[in-house]
């Protein structure tokens, strides 16, 4: 079954579905839906190319209304900034850091090594730079509160994991009623950073750990959970969640991922729970 990830479609715009998938689409909540379990892939690759819109088929093993978990990264996908680029950027080192997170996000570069190389950059700044970013950088990807509600309304838990800083995600989770987090924990004395991280990297393999800790506490199983993120160290969760949502991802993301969202904000992540099959 297809999803179009959008709440209208204009005559023409359903005429073309037709044309180019032979089915008609009909509205279902705030998407449409076209019922073909094997469509011509190249068929819909042009027809979203055409209406710039995203268009998905949902994986044949994976049950909307059985959706028990929703787990997300946070930079670049739940908000818009790399928040330790935003860091450096305070002491003026914006440039290199960046060009070692974009390596890294597109999986050339070992992401536990290059964190641990972009934090020790940031020695001997001041913890108030933290909140400076907090609070004049740090802003939601387009639709991030209507998708948090939603879920809320459907009782399904969120979570958030990232590669980057409990200084975020303690304060995203408390902003937003975030129900688990994890993430790194930047170690602080007296007031400043000393370009270390207490305790084990949360990377790839933890991110999935993390994953499967939660599915066990909710007695749930995989494939009943659905897993967003934009780069390579988001893949092995990705890969053992029910669904896997590459959202505005690097190349190596959007190819191995089951959907992806490209044009849409992150309120259409709702449409993978409120498909009728």
Same mark, same amino acid.
């Given at each position: 079954?297809?999803?179009?990830? /959008?709440?209208?479609?204009s005559?023409t715009?359903?005429?073309?579905?037709?044309?180019?998938?032979?089915s008609?689409?009909?509205?279902?909540? *705030?998407h449409?839906q &076209?019922d073909?379990d094997d469509?011509?892939m190249?068929?819909?690759?042009?027809?979203? @190319? #055409?209406?710039?819109?995203d268009i998905?088929?949902?994986?044949?093993?994976?049950t909307p209304?059985?959706?028990?978990?929703?787990i997300s990264?946070?930079?670049? /996908?739940?908000?818009g900034?790399?928040? &330790?680029? @935003?860091?450096?950027?305070?002491v003026? =080192?914006?440039?290199?850091v960046?060009?070692?997170?974009?390596?890294?996000?597109?999986?050339e570069?070992?992401?536990e090594s290059?964190? /641990?190389q972009? &934090?020790?950059?940031?020695?001997?700044?001041?913890?108030?730079?933290?909140q400076?970013?907090?609070?004049?950088?740090?802003?939601?990807?387009?639709g991030?509160? &209507?998708?948090?509600n939603?879920?809320?309304?459907r009782k399904?838990?969120f979570?958030?994991?990232?590669?980057?800083?409990t200084?975020?995600t303690?304060r995203?989770?408390?902003?937003?009623g975030?129900e688990?987090t994890?993430s790194n924990? =930047?170690?602080?004395?007296?007031g400043q =950073? /000393?370009?270390?991280?207490?305790?084990s990297?949360?990377?790839?393999e933890?991110?999935?750990?993390?994953l499967?800790?939660?599915?066990?506490v909710?007695?749930?199983?995989? #494939?009943?959970?659905?897993a967003?993120?934009?780069?390579?160290?988001?893949?092995?969760m990705m890969?053992?969640?029910?669904l896997?949502?590459?959202y505005?991802?690097k190349?190596?993301?959007? @190819?191995?991922?089951?959907?992806?969202l490209?044009?849409?904000?992150?309120?259409?992540?709702l449409?993978?729970? *409120?498909?009728?099959?």
């Amino acid at each position: 079954m297809l999803i179009i990830h /959008t709440n209208h479609l204009s005559q023409t715009q359903k005429q073309e579905v037709e044309s180019l998938l032979g089915s008609t689409p009909y509205s279902v909540a *705030n998407h449409y839906q &076209v019922d073909l379990d094997d469509p011509n892939m190249t068929s819909v690759r042009q027809l979203s @190319e #055409n209406l710039k819109m995203d268009i998905n088929l949902l994986p044949k093993g994976f049950t909307p209304s059985s959706a028990k978990l929703v787990i997300s990264d946070m930079d670049s /996908t739940l908000i818009g900034i790399e928040c &330790v680029d @935003e860091i450096a950027d305070m002491v003026n =080192l914006k440039p290199q850091v960046s060009a070692i997170t974009e390596a890294a996000m597109r999986g050339e570069l070992n992401f536990e090594s290059s964190l /641990t190389q972009r &934090v020790a950059l940031l020695n001997g700044l001041s913890e108030s730079a933290l909140q400076k970013v907090y609070d004049e950088r740090l802003f939601l990807n387009p639709g991030a509160e &209507v998708w948090l509600n939603g879920l809320k309304e459907r009782k399904i838990p969120f979570a958030l994991v990232s590669g980057g800083f409990t200084y975020f995600t303690d304060r995203l989770k408390e902003q937003l009623g975030i129900e688990f987090t994890r993430s790194n924990q =930047l170690e602080i004395i007296d007031g400043q =950073l /000393t370009g270390k991280i207490v305790g084990s990297i949360i990377g790839a393999e933890a991110k999935a750990f993390f994953l499967q800790e939660l599915c066990d506490v909710l007695s749930i199983d995989l #494939n009943q959970s659905i897993a967003i993120g934009d780069g390579a160290n988001d893949l092995l969760m990705m890969n053992e969640a029910g669904l896997s949502i590459a959202y505005h991802a690097k190349p190596a993301v959007q @190819e191995k991922a089951s959907t992806s969202l490209n044009y849409s904000g992150l309120d259409k992540v709702l449409d993978f729970v *409120n498909a009728e099959v």
